[in-house]
């Protein structure tokens, strides 16, 4: 008997599951910290200094500085492109235009590393590790944002940095942990649907504590580039410490595609059965 063909929008999922299973993989069969070596020799108040740097560089740009990132593309263009996929795809669900969304935010995903590994090896050949965090860490921001407006989530609220945070994090880790961080996030988009939806006030709050998220995160990010920002401090050694910001920079980025990616197909799947309803 002839096996019934999937819609369009189960190839999406069946393929995002795919490339979620190929991503883990990546992570959990990856061997020792290409930097690990230099342990003996980096100075051990380095990583308190990264802690407090990544730290202090969420805490501006949520601030004072998201409406800065926002000068280096037009938010409303993007927010008006993605309305206009979500009509095409609903009144026509073919490959093209459902493939439309992700398609977009790897097109900005790719300009913005891009960017970052000129800014990244430019400081390493200037021996600059530190002074690049505040810069590095709003390429990251701008990423999230401009890939979280790809699929029609706005970023300027609590929640949707929370999960952007914890995207960050997530994304560090390597082993059984990554594992267990991922199916702790796939429970979050889940308990995060419908959000997109829902007037603010109807949302469903969810117990979101900013400031230590922001702490894990910048943990994160300090213990993964320790010994790549002691080298960056290297007057041209710190090349090879440079790079390392648009590999770390890729990882984030990849696994956010994966996230906002499940998101969106949850919310739809929310809205459908929302609609059946009522």
Not at 76 to 98: L, T
Not at 161 to 180: C, H, K, N, P, V
Not at 205 to 211: E, N, P, S, T, V
Request: aromatic share 10%; with cysteine.
């Amino acid at each position: 008997m002839r096996r019934k063909r999937q819609n369009i929008w189960e190839d999406e999922w069946d393929d995002l599951r795919r490339r979620e299973e190929k991503y883990i993989y990546k992570n959990c069969v990856q061997g020792t910290k290409l930097f690990s070596k230099l342990q003996k020799i980096v100075p051990k108040n380095l990583q308190s200094k990264l802690d407090a740097a990544f730290s202090k560089a969420f805490e501006v740009i949520f601030d004072k500085g998201t409406g800065v990132i926002e000068k280096t593309y037009n938010k409303e263009k993007r927010q008006s492109e993605y309305e206009v996929r979500e009509y095409a795809a609903k009144i026509r669900e073919d490959k093209q235009n459902v493939r439309a969304f992700r398609k977009k935010a790897s097109g900005y995903a790719r300009k913005n590393l891009l960017f970052s590994s000129l800014e990244g090896i430019g400081f390493g050949l200037i021996g600059l590790g530190l002074p690049d965090i505040p810069l590095f860490v709003s390429l990251t921001l701008r990423n999230l944002y401009e890939i979280s407006l790809s699929f029609g989530y706005d970023y300027n609220n609590t929640e949707e940095r929370y999960f952007q945070l914890r995207i960050i994090e997530t994304a560090l880790y390597s082993g059984d942990e990554m594992r267990a961080r991922d199916e702790s996030m796939n429970a979050l988009c889940k308990n995060m649907c419908g959000s997109k939806q829902q007037k603010p006030e109807d949302t469903k709050k969810l117990a979101f504590d900013l400031k230590e998220q922001i702490h894990r995160t910048a943990k994160a990010l300090s213990d993964d580039m320790l010994y790549a920002k002691f080298i960056q401090g290297q007057m041209l050694v710190g090349v090879i410490g440079g790079a390392t910001d648009v590999t770390v920079l890729k990882r984030i980025t990849d696994y956010a595609m994966l996230k906002y990616r499940r998101r969106y197909l949850l919310d739809r799947e929310w809205s459908k059965q929302t609609e059946e309803t009522t």
